[in-house]
């Protein structure tokens, strides 16, 4: 039952800022518009305090935990459609109505590479939605088609496509309606359309023409499952390509050369904007040859001609793909004018470094990785779970069935694919997550939750109404003990769920 006058004031609480510190301060709600208010604005214009108080004993009141990559949950894949549409509405629903004792309170389910008549089905019905007991559903994520073969992991080869008409070939496949600018959606806003994130690889044929339209259109596109050379992922995010799926993982390793994806987190604001024009001859000798070029048959006198020691390297890690895109066999130079790894020496076009996701589960990528990119990044930095239809914090260990026949091996938070030792995914929640990130870097408790909310919220453009505590948001609400457990989950400014 709703308070006398419909306002709540949580007291004793510390308030996660979005600058990642904690402030200890009262926090008002109005229950009964779903929304948070400013308490001086609202005492000085309706002349009244709030009828409920509720004492939080010290604890941590936090906005609600997006996730905005993960692929199913208690039972369901947000990728398996068996032509049943109300079976499907009901099993999301399900999980909307679950996923609140995790903390998480908003999410955009994640559909993998799919035989391409199922996506105009699919995206339509993952169009936004809530109930009053449920996480909200922003939208949707798709995960593919357009990425690279040799980074493919768990997408079917065989549905793997290339956009050789750019844009037409995205509006071909995901369907036009699905792609619509949200000033043209007639009668709608943007919240109708909802959030729409596209995983991509830019190097794939006819990919990089369509970036610069799917932004215009709202539609976050994410570098992922790709070998993109420094110049292709940096072509990419100047385009307008905001986000880097799973970071570390589906992507070349990082080469102090050609850094590639990676690299982006260390890119800087101004490339090259300090520097006057230099020529290649000043920096590197009169002739420049691609270290990729060297082979073993490759003449002392060549070898000698590069005129670094540093540069004779011969064989370079795997999945590398240093200098490929801009080598032409081994009389390959750059001009003298030119630019060196695709960035021109006297250019001052601001960059703006996207930003990444990971899956901080400590078994996708090593703790020592997650501090560096967050070390390295921190603004740009977004927890999510990439979690598998297995994901259930009551689930017990051992076999669970898949698709297609198959099935996984969960040992705590580790996935694998019976009978072999691949990773099939993630099995993490996103509170565990947060509290992993505290362990991994270092960062305070308000800082990790800021990588599960405000940072999110921000890359998706709704930091005004999910993600934060400002006035005017969505009361959308988890309380976090000092160790990060989550002790309730409020939606729309009601409590959904408890642990106690």
């Known amino acids: ?99 609140v ?10 559909i993998i590479t799919q035989e391409r008549s199922l996506y105009r089905k699919l995206l339509r019905l993952l169009s936004p939605f809530s109930t009053p007991t449920s996480a909200t559903a922003l939208g949707w994520h798709a995960e593919g088609p357009f990425l690279d073969m040799a980074k493919r992991g768990a997408h079917a080869p065989s549905f793997l496509l290339s956009a050789p008409e750019g844009i037409k070939s995205f509006e071909d496949l995901y369907g036009a309606e699905n792609l619509a600018d949200p000033e043209d959606w007639l009668m709608s806003t943007s919240s109708d359309i909802g959030v729409r994130i596209i995983t991509a690889a830019p190097e794939v044929n006819g990919v990089m023409n369509a970036v610069g339209e799917l932004t215009k259109r709202s539609v976050v596109f994410s570098i992922g499952h790709s070998i993109a050379t420094t110049e292709i992922a940096t072509t990419a995010v100047r385009n307008g390509a905001k986000l880097i799926t799973h970071l570390f993982n589906a992507m070349p390793q990082l080469h102090h050369r050609d850094p590639s994806i990676i690299g982006l987190l260390g890119a800087s604001p101004h490339l090259y904007s300090s520097f006057s024009p230099i020529t290649t ?145 993630s099995v993490v929640t996103l509170d565990k997550c947060v509290r992993n990130f505290t362990r991994f870097t270092g960062c305070s408790l308000a800082e990790s939750i800021k990588c599960a909310t405000f940072n999110p919220a921000k890359c998706l453009g709704i930091e005004n109404r999910k993600g934060t505590l400002r006035a005017g948001a969505d009361a959308d609400l988890v309380i976090f003990d000092a160790r990060g457990v989550v002790q309730s989950t409020w939606v729309g400014g009601k409590r959904v769920w408890s642990r106690v």
């Open 1 to 99: 039952m709703p308070s006398s006058n419909g306002l709540v004031c949580f007291t004793n609480c510390l308030l996660p800022q979005e600058d990642g510190s904690l402030v200890k301060k009262d926090l008002w709600i109005d229950e009964r518009r779903g929304l948070i208010l400013d308490a001086q604005k609202t005492f000085f214009e309706r002349k009244e305090r709030p009828s409920n108080i509720i004492d939080l004993s010290g604890n941590i009141l936090s906005p609600g935990l997006i996730d905005i990559q993960i692929n199913g949950a208690y039972g369901f894949d947000f990728s398996i459609f068996d032509g049943d549409e109300e079976a499907y509405k009901a099993s999301l629903r399900d999980v909307a109505e679950r996923i």
């Open 101 to 110: 004792e995790t903390g998480v309170t908003s999410f955009v389910p994640t």
């Open 281 to 425: 001859k000043a920096l590197f000798g009169s002739t420049v040859m691609s270290p990729i070029a060297l082979t073993p048959k490759d003449t002392p006198a060549q070898k000698a001609s590069i005129g670094s020691e540093a540069l004779e390297e011969v064989v370079t890690p795997p999945q590398t793909p240093i200098f490929k895109a801009r080598t032409s066999g081994h009389s390959a130079t750059l001009k003298k004018t030119q630019s060196i790894a695709g960035f021109s020496l006297d250019d001052s076009t601001e960059f703006t470094r996207p930003f990444y996701d990971m899956i901080v589960d400590g078994i996708h990528s090593h703790p020592n990785s997650v501090r560096l990119a967050y070390s390295a990044h921190p603004e740009g930095c977004i927890l999510i779970t990439d979690a598998m239809k297995i994901l259930d914090p009551n689930l017990r260990d051992g076999l669970h069935d898949w698709r297609d026949g198959k099935r996984f091996v969960k040992e705590g938070d580790k996935l694998y694919l019976e009978g072999t030792d691949t990773l099939a995914g």
